[in-house]
T-cell receptor, first 115, second 114 residues
Framework: GAGVSQSPSNKVTEKGKDVELRCDPISGHTALYWYRQSLGQGLEFLIY????????KSGLPSDRFSAERTGGSVSTLTIQRTQQEDSAVYLCASTPGRQVNTEAFFGQGTRLTVV | AQSVTQLDSQVPVFEEAPVELRCNYSSSVSVYLFWYVQYPNQGLQLLLKYLSGSTLVKGINGFEAEFNKSQTSFHLRKPSVHISDTAEYFCAVSLTGGGNKLTFGTGTQLKVEL
């Protein structure tokens, strides 16, 4: 596609429910990143996929968070048993290759509200 | 580990006035430096980046930034702002040694007023 696409754009869920957030990167981009943007806290790295390599999960805040990337393209971020502190904007980005010194292209994000 | 500090959470400025958004970083190894902009209801967009070479980097929309290694700073400047520059600005670093993720500052909200 023309850019990084994320869905849904907004999600309201009840505490304790599971949610799935989707990211469709730019076609041909081998690297995909998930970040979380919380109010007043900037962007926090969550997870990174590069081609067929094992993902870098070092930023995931707890074992309730997981992500997968099917066929080297679309990625899904899953949050199980959501908590109110999970409320944030979840951003996905993709780059053509391994290095981050190239431009990262960001989607518009999914705004998650846990009530 | 590396970190990025943006001391100013909000910067109000009148249209056509100059502006400087401050960014300082901390890292034990060499880093690449970036400024991203987030317009209302949009995704982040790269403004400019410093990888190596000249310490003065020019970006889109008339913005520029200067890398100062001794002060570990990468301040963003524009000589004359426009209403359309109202947005949130994020400074970020990544490691030069094959690092694969950006570390962001907390952002600076630039509000341009008439």
């Amino acid at each position: 596609g023309a850019g990084v696409s994320q869905s849904p754009s907004n999600k309201v869920t009840e505490k304790g429910k599971d949610v799935e957030l989707r990211c469709d990167p730019i076609s041909g981009h081998t690297a995909l990143y998930w970040y979380r943007q919380s109010l007043g806290q900037g962007l926090e790295f969550l997870i990174y996929f590069q081609g067929n390599s094992a993902p870098d999960k070092s930023g995931l805040p707890s074992d309730r968070f997981s992500a997968e990337r099917t066929g080297g393209s679309v990625s899904t971020l899953t949050i199980q048993r959501t908590q109110q502190e999970d409320s944030a904007v979840y951003l996905c980005a993709s780059t053509p290759g391994r290095q981050v010194n190239t431009e990262a292209f960001f989607g518009q994000g999914t705004r998650l509200t846990v009530v | 580990a590396q970190s990025v500090t943006q001391l100013d959470s909000q910067v109000p400025v009148f249209e056509e006035a100059p502006v400087e958004l401050r960014c300082n970083y901390s890292s034990s190894v060499s880093v690449y430096l970036f400024w991203y902009v987030q317009y209302p209801n949009q995704g982040l967009q790269l403004l400019l980046k410093y990888l190596s070479g000249s310490t003065l980097v020019k970006g889109i929309n008339g913005f520029e930034a200067e890398f100062n290694k001794s002060q570990t700073s990468f301040h963003l400047r524009k000589p004359s702002v426009h209403i359309s520059d109202t947005a949130e600005y994020f400074c970020a670093v990544s490691l030069t040694g094959g690092g694969n993720k950006l570390t962001f500052g907390t952002g600076t909200q630039l509000k341009v007023e008439l």
